[in-house]
């Protein structure tokens, strides 16, 4: 098993930039595949981006893509997300996500979510 804890989240300016930390407990953080995801009020939960393993393979949908980047340290077992050119659209409650496989829609271990809110 995995727990996540985000952090990072709070109030920005549209245009500005945040960056989200994962901070993920085990001893086997290497052997999961990590994404990130987000809710806003009243939407579905959003993908926004996953990395494999040991970070080989990104994947962003085209909401974010050019301005979030997913990244990972194994080595002190976290994950981020550096948010640039923030929008209002993209304030919601961001969630860090963990399963053993890559590209899956069902992730087995998530983290409790940080509030993001882009002012406009």
């Known amino acids: 098993q995995v727990q996540l804890v985000e952090s990072g989240g709070g109030l920005v300016q549209a245009g500005g930039s945040l960056r989200l930390s994962c901070a993920a407990s085990?001893?086997?953080?290497?052997?999961?595949?990590m994404g990130w995801f987000r809710q806003a009020p009243g939407k579905e939960r959003e993908f926004v981006a996953a990395i494999s393993w040991r970070g080989g393979r990104l994947y962003y949908p085209d909401s974010v893509k050019g301005r979030f980047t997913i990244s990972r340290d194994n080595a002190k077992n976290m994950v981020y997300l550096q948010m640039n050119n923030l929008k209002p659209e993209d304030t919601a409650v961001y969630y860090c996500a963990a399963d053993l496989k890559y590209g899956t829609s069902q992730y087995a271990y998530w983290g409790q979510g940080t509030q993001v809110t882009v002012s406009s």
């Open positions: 085990g001893r086997t953080f290497s052997s999961y595949c």
